[in-house]
């Protein structure tokens, strides 16, 4: 069992930055590949990108790649999304989840996070 919590969500103008994170309870953290996911309104859940359950191998959605990185810390049990650059089609809830496969898809993941709300203001 894996729980997870994010943190770090608010309200940026477009072109700031935010700092998401997800805490992680259970013992078995280091085996897990960690996504982050997004919801905005009347949309469908999205890849936002992975981290491997290592740390060095990561995954990034096309309209993310090159703003956004993923990184963890096994021994604090924590998983990081920096967001640079943060466009207003950005806004979204924000969800971490973990899965034993590194996967663009939500169904592949186990267990999820309850979300956090980014919103950015043009």
């Known amino acids: 069992q894996v729980q997870l919590v994010e943190s770090g969500g608010g309200l940026v103008q477009a072109g700031g930055s935010l700092r998401l994170s997800c805490a992680a309870s259970?013992?078995?953290?280091?085996?897990?590949?960690m996504g982050w996911f997004r919801q905005a309104p009347g949309k469908e859940r999205e890849f936002v990108g992975v981290?491997?359950?290592?740390?060095?191998?990561?995954y990034y959605a096309d309209s993310v790649n090159g703003r956004f990185t993923i990184s963890r810390d096994n021994a604090k049990n924590t998983v990081n999304l920096q967001m640079n650059s943060l466009k207003p089609e950005d806004t979204a809830v924000y969800y971490c989840a973990a899965s034993l496969q590194i996967s663009v898809l939500a169904t592949a993941y186990d267990y999820w996070g309850q979300g956090t709300q980014v919103t950015v203001s043009s």
């Open positions: 259970g013992r078995t953290f280091s085996r897990y590949a």
């Open positions: 981290i491997s359950w290592d740390g060095p191998h990561t």
